[in-house]
């Protein structure tokens, strides 16, 4: 080793006492005979001093070269600060290294990103990418990535402990296109196949179980060719767990233990258990949101009765037509919105669907005052009033429309409004289930069921009834884990029976031959012997991204992709030779 | 859970206790009034006993159906096995659970894979490859993939305790094309430009180094499009670390606390540190192979000198022009291998490029005795004898040959006597490090030098200059991990000052630009102040093999490719649709 100790290691207790450490320059003070360095690893910052007598002239010269990010060896005594010099911010702030000998072991260009744990402004994220080893010196990415570090290895240690057996399943997989797109990489050996890097490890995890894994863990990268949005990457990486003899209960027992575990580890919140557990109707009803973040209140009314006892045509239209008329009230909102901070709210949700936002504010004396006042009779005006526990000074505001959308653009709202009028302390987290899910969607478009988890995802044993006479109230063992609104995790308990999973094919649209080509195998696997099991997976970059208080997903992964999907350090995805291509018998073709 | 315990988990102290159990029927006997069950899970395995009068007629009548791999749930009481039908092989074989409550789960097809822990024959590979289900449930398959799972997570417990952070690096990288084959994914936002599967992930852990992340450790997935041997796979995983602030010694320093706790923990071996290092030149003057079974002697003794004194024209003719006559010592072979026995011996060793053995016998009166012995004065063939430490009943095996061929053939030939002598214990574990690799090879078709390990090895300090005058005698801060003549893990000191970096490439003729297009992210880094660092890699496959004491290194990955690198069960690779095709801009073009 070139250091006998890292920089955040030095104390009191070892003053009088030789060290040698090595790393960066952070910065330097030049005070004429001598000079001062806050030396940097990732361990942390110690005050290194050039000063005579310790240090001899000729290292004092030497060291007037010094540059932020030249990296260095010193030698020296460990000293107590002089008095009033001590710096109560930094681990080593009561010593500092008094040099005695030196070594330059490498110098730096000025850093176009500056690793500075003090540098003010944040150097726009493109120049972050393109020189990533120097955004990644600074340490809030380094408190991020050893955060990522100790989350992961916080969820291998509790699963391990749990009898959990680490399986490391394929990357180069099998396509089964369905959902999103795969991505494909020619193979060279059996020219004109592909393999398809996988989306999850759902298929092995389910044959891992067949084959008597009895439980499954692995940190798994997953592959997702979309478009990307904001907070999504091309390659993430899960959690994924399957267990066998078990049911829903199980599988979000587990998993309530590692959050109680990571919550005080990482935050020293103590949460109870188990983790609080609501149906996925209940939160559309409630919050408009399977996801619902539940550190605040400001629920869902619905005022679709009352709304039709109105005069108000977009109201009674809407209500007597199969729509919804749905509120929220914004407790002290009144004041909070004047009728201009109104007008935007109004804009806010229109991108969800919603052609405008009807509202009332509850004046001092308790009646509702609008300009669609006129059109609702005074009792009328009071049991809406009554209905939405109306008090003076808050805020009603309504959406009359289907009932998708009064959930998207009300949940759009009261999250707006819940951080506008601070109704939840950001520090706060929230741990909760919703469960239930139905089994089926009913794609409009394309006028037939879909999956609302996967073809594998077994219905509630009270539900097999359903398949045959409404498969829309069929609701599925399906679990969510819900962060802060943020979905962090979802699996279901699967379909062991093979006489189901041919049901549930068959709901879906998927015929035997197709069944066949793209998931034979696990088919056949039921046929042998397969255990009752579920599992789930946990998006560890989400994980990240709310436990460090992130708003980046970008800022969770060491080398992360653009929204373009590309790597701006590397230059992933690049040209390649055409030799390349020519042995993998693909040529392209734009 | 739909069990109290698994199935080895019930013992004495547990008779007369309650116990539900789940698992699969590995084998059962009818014994007209009741059967015996022997159920299996991946804990173990319990007797359970269907029989009158614990269980109710109609359990015993629903048991008659139970064939093998049936999935069942079985509830009763613990019981002492009847005197003298304990089971000393079984750890749950002083128990048996008499049978209360039944409950069929799932049914099974005769298996065409036996899981069964006593089946004899072992099913062909294809037909287990087809069927992995059901073959990764023998136990053997079982315990290896247990075994491998506690192997990484020694590992990982390890580096986590020496501070190392785990950083996961991208699965989709840039394709720098050099070595082996890059697998390739084509890019749909970016058409035209591919991603590359990483060979390794060197360049990111070593810019991770110069982002100062100082101990970086990664269970990561490695892809090589290589023509497949019987031990390699297109994805392989690696135990991957680098380090900062370090030399070699440090290196091998932790990775020698590793094999002794590994060591310890799998195989109760107590492992002596430091492990013995030997030099690449002294493993090839003494074993001709530079990952050389140290289990055993039978060392290479070189005889160019006494060969070139000798009227054996094939002897004299290769010692005076360059070549090399090198011999091992068969102690006491000359009664193992008969005339034909030899024979087969010089067949054996052309594959390697030798032209011939010459041989001599060792009488009872010490004399050398063969059928070239006429060419050899007496005096010669008594130095010979000296040299190579000659002794009744011993056989002296020679080849005259270049040095790269006397290498090959001999240390094939030893290893191949090695094992049919026994000249080891197939048991025991040798762990060595062989180091100070030469920086450089001639490559002699292309009439230039190339690189041993890849082109970011530093020369050691006291070689630097032998760049610039000797670079076939420049030897490399390298360092193999060898264990029983494999090798398992490899790893090399980088260069850190861009200079030497700049010169290794012009030597090895990349030019600035292909340098730039390949690595430019790389050279760019060591630019802003690069630390001093190295690393290594570990071959997890191999491992496992080695620990398993394994063959067949299919046997140590849950879902292995063939050496058509194909997946049986899955299909992969496979056909994909013109649609997907389209979108990513390629045609297929055989």
């Not at 030497?62 to 109560?88: C, H």
């Not at 500092?96 to 690793?115: A, D, I, Q």
């Not at 929204?563 to 030779?577: C, K």
């Amino acid at each position: 080793m070139l250091r006998t100790h890292t920089c955040g290691e030095l104390r009191r207790e070892h003053i009088g006492k030789e060290a040698t450490l090595c790393g960066w320059v952070d910065s330097y003070r030049d005070h004429g005979g001598g000079l001062f360095v806050d030396l940097r690893d990732r361990y942390g910052m110690t005050q290194v001093v050039f000063n005579p007598p310790d240090t001899s002239q000729p290292i004092i010269d030497e060291s007037k070269q010094l540059r932020a990010e030249y990296v260095i060896q010193v030698t020296g005594k460990v000293a107590e600060r002089p008095s009033g010099m001590a710096n109560s911010r930094l681990a080593t702030g009561d010593i500092e290294l008094r040099v005695t000998g030196f070594k330059l072991l490498n110098k730096s260009l000025t850093p176009p990103v500056s690793p500075n744990a003090h540098a003010q402004d944040m150097p726009n994220e493109e120049l972050r990418l393109e020189h990533r080893y120097l955004d990644l010196r600074r340490p809030a990415m380094q408190q991020t990535l050893m955060l990522r570090d100790r989350l992961i290895k916080g969820m291998r240690d509790h699963f391990a402990n749990l009898n959990f057996i680490d399986v490391e399943t394929p990357i180069l997989g099998r396509s089964t296109p369905e959902g999103a797109r795969d991505y494909l990489v020619p193979s060279r050996v059996s020219r004109g196949s592909f393999y398809a890097l996988p989306q999850s490890p759902q298929l092995y995890k389910q044959i891992l179980m067949m084959a008597g894994y009895d439980r499954y863990v692995q940190v798994a990268r997953c592959f997702r060719d979309e478009d990307l949005r904001a907070d999504r990457q091309p390659e993430f990486t899960q959690l994924d767990l399957e267990m066998s003899f078990i049911d829903s209960d199980d599988v979000m027992g587990v998993i309530d233990g590692l959050v109680q575990k990571l919550a005080k580890q990482e935050l020293g919140l103590d949460v109870k258990l188990p983790l609080p557990r609501i149906t996925y109707d209940e939160a559309m009803e409630r919050f408009g949101h399977d996801a619902p973040d539940l550190r605040f209140g400001l629920e869902l009314v619905d005022c679709t009765d009352l709304a039709a006892k109105s005069d108000f045509r977009v109201f009674s239209s809407v209500a007597t037509s199969g729509g919804k008329v749905r509120a929220i009230n914004a407790k002290k909102g009144g004041e909070n919105y004047s009728r201009r901070g109104i007008d935007e709210l109004t804009e806010f949700v229109k991108p969800f669907g919603a052609k405008g936002l009807a509202w009332f504010k509850v004046e001092a004396d308790g009646t509702l005052q609008s300009t669609i006042a006129k059109n609702f009779k005074p009792e009328l005006l009071k049991e809406i009033g009554t209905r939405l526990k109306a008090e003076p000074g808050d805020l009603l505001l309504f959406v009359a429309d289907t009932w998708k959308v009064t959930c998207k653009a009300l949940y759009a709202l009261r999250q707006k409004i819940g951080a506008e009028m601070k109704l939840y302390d950001p520090k706060t987290m929230n741990f909760s289930w919703v469960v239930e899910f139905p089994m089926f969607d009913f794609d409009d478009e394309e006028k037939r069921w879909v999956a609302m988890h996967h073809p594998f995802t077994s219905p509630r044993d009270q539900d097999f009834g359903l398949l045959d006479t409404d498969p829309g109230a069929c609701r599925a063992k399906a679990y969510d884990l819900v962060i802060n609104g943020s979905e962090a995790g979802g699996g279901t308990i699967r379909i062991h029976d093979p006489g189901i999973q041919q049901k549930v094919f068959s709901l879906l649209g998927i015929d035997e031959k197709t069944a066949e080509e793209r998931f034979g195998f696990l088919l056949r696997a039921l046929k042998y012997g397969a255990p009752p099991h579920g599992g789930i997976a946990l998006g560890i970059d989400r994980w990240v991204m709310l436990f460090g208080g992130l708003d980046n997903i970008r800022d969770c992964i060491a080398f992360p992709k653009t929204q373009r999907a590309s790597d701006l350090m590397t230059g992933a995805p690049g040209d390649v030779e055409t030799k390349q291509l020519k042995e993998l018998g693909i040529k392209v073709e734009l």
